[in-house]
C-alpha cells in the first residue's frame, strides 16, 4: 500500500473519526478498489475498524499519529527543508509553524544565535536538542499535528515582529493562495504573514492546485515567498537554489 495514502487516510480519520469510501475516493484520487484493499489492508494492522461504506477510527490511532510525525521526512521535505534554513541568518528571531515541512528545516539551521518562536511541539523537540533557543506559544493541544492553536495562541503571536517566518500548508489554490483544514490555522498563518520582514510558505509540489474553505486574502498572497522540491505549473518565476526552487513573490 502506498504509504502517503495511509497517512492521508488516517489524518481524515483523526479529523473527522468517520470517512466514507466515496469521499476516499475523491479526495486520494484512486478507485473503488484500490479504496477497498487499502481499507482491508490498514484494518489488519490495526489502524481502522471497517465500516458498511467506509472506515472509523479506533481508539490507538494517536499511537499512529505520533508515529508518522517521528518517522524519517520524506526527500521532498528534506531538499524544501534545508533550503528554507538557508534563509535565516545570524541573530534573527523567526518564526517556525507545525507540521512536517517545517520540522525538516531544523537539522539544517546553522545561524547562530537564533531564537525560534513555534507552535509546534516537535519542532520545540528538535531544536532544543541542538541547543538552540525555542519559545513554544501557548494555546490548546491539537493532538494529530502536536501543536498549540486557539485564541490564546494568536493574541500571543501578535504581539510579536519576526526576521522571517515559515509555515507549512495544507494546499495552495490556482491564485497561489494558501488553503487551511480550519480557522485556528487560518489565523495563525494570517498574524504571521503580517508581522513577518519575510514569509515563506513551504510546501512541496502535490499541494498545488487544490481547494479548501479557508483561504489566505490576496494581498497576503503578494507577500509571500514560495520553496517547493518541483516548480508548479503556471505563471511562477522560480528560481533553482539547491536541491529545489524558490519563488520570491514577495520580494518584488
Known sequence: MNELRKEKIMELLAEN???EKAYLEKELGISPSTVQRDLIEMEREGLLVRTWGGAKRVSN???????????KIANPLKVIGEIAASKVKDG????MGAGKTTLAMAEYLT????TVITNGIPQLEALAKRNINVFLLCGYFKEFS??????????????YHFDKAFTGVR???????LLSRDGYEHNI???CIQNAQEAYVLA??????????FVTEEEQTSRLNYITDFPWEGNCDFLQEMRGYVWYKGQK
Open 17 to 19: 473519526e468517520t470517512v
Open 111 to 114: 545561524a547562530e544565535d537564533i
Open 61 to 71: 490511532v494517536s499511537i499512529y499519529k505520533r508515529s508518522l510525525l517521528q518517522e
Open 204 to 213: 512541496d509540489h502535490s499541494k498545488y492546485n487544490r481547494t479548501a474553505m
Open 146 to 159: 502536536r501543536s498549540v492553536v486557539g485564541y490564546q495562541t494568536v493574541k500571543m503571536l501578535e504581539t
Open 189 to 191: 498563518k494570517k498574524i
Open 171 to 177: 494546499g495552495i489554490d490556482k491564485n497561489y493562495q
Open 92 to 95: 534573527e528571531l523567526i518564526f
